[in-house]
């Protein structure tokens, strides 16, 4: 079964914790992608990236930190700088060549700080 | 980077009514344009695109309009239903190298 995975469904952080989210994808993809969801804030960048051992800051990539080190995973860890991390966080994926592309998302981690 | 303005944020229509969402990007250099619609609790999916080069896109009863000059593109649901009740977004992308911007979303609610 083909697709773009993310786990856990639900993770719950206490405060001060780092917290590592998961994403894989067994697409051949090469660009993949890290989405923070609020109500009433769309999907805003975290991080993406567009080839392994490389990756770029999206526009609220402070207290996020990410690696590429294999083709088909890009975890995202939330570490304990990021001061507001409870939020739903997609991953998703594309073939990253040319000029029009569409991105597969994972299911979702609804992450909640306790 | 892009940025990408979505209005409404809310809408609500009578099933069968048309619904129209519409975006505006600010760099030029965009020239793909996806719309995705997110179901409660779903993960985004893609409904319907469009490249530059094309002014109008339609797909059974939604359709995606254009406006390279007034950098602004839409998305028209005709015959709406019940089914259509998500969040929509709309996106703006460059090409390789960058991410898909995306707006803020828009709820549509279509009643019986």
């Known amino acids: 079964d083909g697709g773009i995975t993310q786990s856990p469904k639900y993770l719950f952080r206490k405060e001060g914790q780092n917290v590592t989210l998961s994403c894989e994808q067994n697409?051949?993809?090469?660009?993949m992608y890290w989405y923070r969801q609020d109500p009433g804030q769309g999907l805003r960048l975290i991080y993406y990236?567009?080839?392994?051992?490389?990756?770029q800051k999206g526009d609220i990539a402070e207290g996020y930190s990410v690696s590429r080190e294999k083709k088909e995973s890009f975890p995202l860890t939330v570490t304990s700088a990021q001061k507001n991390p409870t939020a739903f966080y997609l991953c998703?994926?594309?073939?990253?060549?040319?000029?029009?592309?569409?991105?597969?998302f994972g299911q979702g981690t609804r992450l909640t700080v306790v | 980077g892009e940025n990408v303005e979505q209005h409404p944020s809310t809408l609500s229509v009578q099933e069968g009514d048309s619904a129209v969402i519409k975006c505006t990007y600010s760099d030029s250099a965009s020239n793909y344009f996806p719309w995705y619609k997110q179901e409660l609790g779903k993960r985004p999916q893609l409904i319907i695109d469009i490249r530059s080069n094309v002014g109008e896109k339609k797909d059974q009863r939604i359709a995606v309009t254009l406006n390279k000059t007034a950098k602004h593109f839409s998305l028209h649901i005709t015959e709406t239903q019940p089914e259509d009740s998500a969040v929509y977004f709309c996106?703006?992308?460059?090409?390789?190298?960058?991410?898909?911007?995306f707006g803020k979303g828009t709820s549509l609610l279509v009643t019986p």
């Open positions: 996106a703006g992308f460059k090409g390789s190298g960058y991410a898909l911007n």
């Open positions: 990236s567009q080839i392994v051992n490389d990756f």
């Open positions: 998703a994926s594309s073939i990253g060549r040319g000029h029009d592309t569409e991105a597969f």
């Open positions: 697409l051949n993809h090469d660009a």
